[in-house]
């Protein structure tokens, strides 16, 4: 599966931007579709998951609340609502994707290029 990430931009903080991620090939619903981050200096860093039907997610701790994972397997493609961006947000965003993997995984085997996501105070 090939993924394309887009959506990304320069936004203030407080503000709303959604990440797309779209893929190629067959059988998209079965797989895991996740998104991480990798801030300047920093390791890249798991934001969300969600499974192959869409019916589990996952976020981390830092996002929790703020934004939402999403897909539509007939189009698909992944989503990730982001609100109430916050400056530490800043980050390139990537999305990932794994065949019948756990939405807690870590291992994924497919990645798409990131997209900036830049926060302004």
């Known amino acids: 599966v090939q993924l394309q990430a887009s959506g990304g931009g320069l936004v203030q903080a407080g503000d709303s931007l959604s990440l797309s991620c779209a893929a190629s090939g067959r059988s998209f619903s079965s797989y895991t579709m996740g998104w991480f981050r990798q801030a300047p200096g920093k390791e890249r860093e798991f934001v969300a998951a969600i499974s192959g039907s869409g019916g589990t997610t996952h976020y981390a701790d830092s996002v929790k609340g703020r934004f939402t994972i999403s897909r539509d397997n007939a189009k698909n493609t992944g989503y990730l609502q982001m609100n109430s961006l916050k400056p530490e947000d800043t980050a390139v965003y990537y999305c990932?994707?794994?065949?019948?993997?756990?939405?807690?995984?870590?291992?994924?085997?497919?990645w798409g290029q990131g997209t900036q996501v830049t926060v302004s105070s």
């Open positions: 990932a994707a794994q065949r019948l993997a756990g939405v807690g995984s870590d291992q994924y085997g497919y």
